[in-house]
């Protein structure tokens, strides 16, 4: 018992250390509802088939340094994330108090807070203006933000959902989409199982004794969209920006290291998709670029003694610039917009420590306000909401080694969602 208590304590540190951008103070539901302030919807009053609530899904970060206390202890709260088993209500908090400073601290560095909310608000916003023009029969689209860990929250996201008119006897549909282009377990898959808990709750058979209440809300999944033209564009653009900045006869030798967040290789082990999807991006991206250039995808934010997916963006870079590899350009690759991630790691600690400030080691800018990246997140959610799927094939499948009562129970209720979706049935 001791010895797993300690391995469980051992992993949950690493992913304290290597997540620290995960962390928010409980500010309420009056700060979390301002996320996406826009007139309320009516049911009755609109076009065809809309309106339809658009609902960006990330893993948020604490906007202030006031935050990264209830962050850190929402983090090791969840069991998707990191499992402590038994142990999870006692060592999370435990580990969340011991690992706040440091992690405030960061936070400092990089201006006191994530921007995390900042773009995901703003993409959202943005999507839906476009989607209005381009899906009018589904319009208006109502932009939703819901963290995982820090406000807006899913719980909070949903009541103000039902305040603004959607589901409460009324139906209306809403899209849960993902901002992790890749699908791992333990970031879109924690996110999807939190919606499907608290649509339960506010909704569902808790609310209400009926898993399909009528006139409840009809969801959908954009679970995965790694190899996206548009997603691939926007990267290829900013990777492009970049290599400019070199002089053209060192040009084409400069190296490309895609660096994504590492998993431990028992999430690996387990048959999560993810490193596999993020791959299919990197591939898909450097195909666009006509392969100009030597690249390698690396991994970054591992900690601890245990095995994560390597090699590490960090021993890369100190190698390469060792071996007189010095112009490389650094492109984060699973993230849709900066983070402590970027901000903190690659071009404090990475750019700074591990290649000893060497000018020739770059970053492309993240995606951020990227309108190439605005406009595939609507193309994304256009073609998404014509096909009337509830969610993608791949999302049904489990993982090999998943054990997760929770997994199975979310996943059925959202491929469940097809009837509704697709007409079959009418709440
Ligand atoms: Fe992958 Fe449950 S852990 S489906």
Known sequence: MANRATSAAARALQLAASRPNLFCSRQGLRKACMATVAPPVTQNSMSKRGPTAMVFMNMGGPSTTDEVGDFLSRLFSDGDLIPLGRLQNYLGPLISRRRTPKIQKQYADIGGGSPIRKWSEYQCEEMCKILDQISPETAPHKPYVAFRYANPLTEHMYEQMLKDGFGNGKGGRAVAFTQYPQYSCSTTGSSLNELWKWRNRLEGKRASGDMHPPGSITWSVIDRWPTHS???????????????????DRRK??????????????VVNRGDPYPAEVAAT?????????????YRLTWQSQVGPSAWLGAQTSDTVREYVKRGHTDL???????TSDHIETLYEIDKEVMHEDAQGHPG???AESLNGSKVFI??????????LESGQSCSKQMGLRC???TSERCLESKKFFAGEQAFTSGTVVR
């Open 329 to 335: 350009v650094l492109v984060p690759i699973a993230f």
């Open 230 to 248: 548009g997603l691939v564009e926007a990267f290829a653009q900013n990777i492009e920006a970049q290599l400019k900045t070199y002089p053209e």
């Open 253 to 266: 030798d400069v190296v490309l290291l895609f660096s994504a967040h590492s998993l431990p290789m028992s």
């Open 400 to 402: 090999q080694g998943c």
């Open 282 to 294: 990197v591939y898909a991206v450097m195909s666009r670029l006509g392969f100009s250039n030597p």
């Open 361 to 363: 080691v770059k970053r």
């Open 375 to 384: 406009q595939a997140l609507a193309d994304i959610a256009k073609a998404h």
